[in-house]
Nanobody, 127 residues
Framework: VQLQASGGGLVQAGGSLKLSCAASGRTFSNYAVGWFRQAPGKEREFAAAINWSGAITSYADSVKGRFTISRDNAKNTVYLKMNSLKPEDTAVYSC?????????????????????WGQGTQVTVSS
């Protein structure tokens, strides 16, 4: 699976952005998708994940209630809607895909459980 993340940019605190992760190359609906982020000088961290059908999601505590992950398998795309952005949300956001391996609920939260990665998109939140 090839993944292409887009939609990042510069936004003021309290604002919103919607990231997209477009997939190609394999049957996209066989894959759970996660969003991870990495701020300068910090380790990569999990943000959100969604199972192959889109029915089940997981969020990091730091983004819960502000971010929403969704997917459109007909368009081979996963989205991350980010509301009430804070300066600490500033990071490079990357999407990743993990084969569901016959587990309906699969939506990994650890980076090493993902099979494919896209390049990142920069999100900068000014105070």
């Amino acid at each position: 699976v090839q993944l292409q993340a887009s939609g990042g940019g510069l936004v003021q605190a309290g604002g919103s952005l919607k990231l997209s992760c477009a997939a190609s190359g394999r049957t996209f609906s066989n894959y759970a998708v996660g969003w991870f982020r990495q701020a300068p000088g910090k380790e990569r961290e999990f943000a959100a994940a969604i199972n192959w059908s889109g029915a089940i999601t997981s969020y990091a505590d730091s983004v819960k209630g502000r971010f929403t992950i969704s997917r459109d398998n007909a368009k081979n795309t996963v989205y991350l809607k980010m509301n009430s952005l804070k300066p600490e949300d500033t990071a490079v956001y990357s999407c990743a895909a993990a084969h569901y391996r016959d587990n309906y609920y699969s939506r990994p939260t650890k980076a090493n459980e993902y099979d494919f990665w896209g390049q990142g998109t920069q999100v900068t939140v000014s105070s």
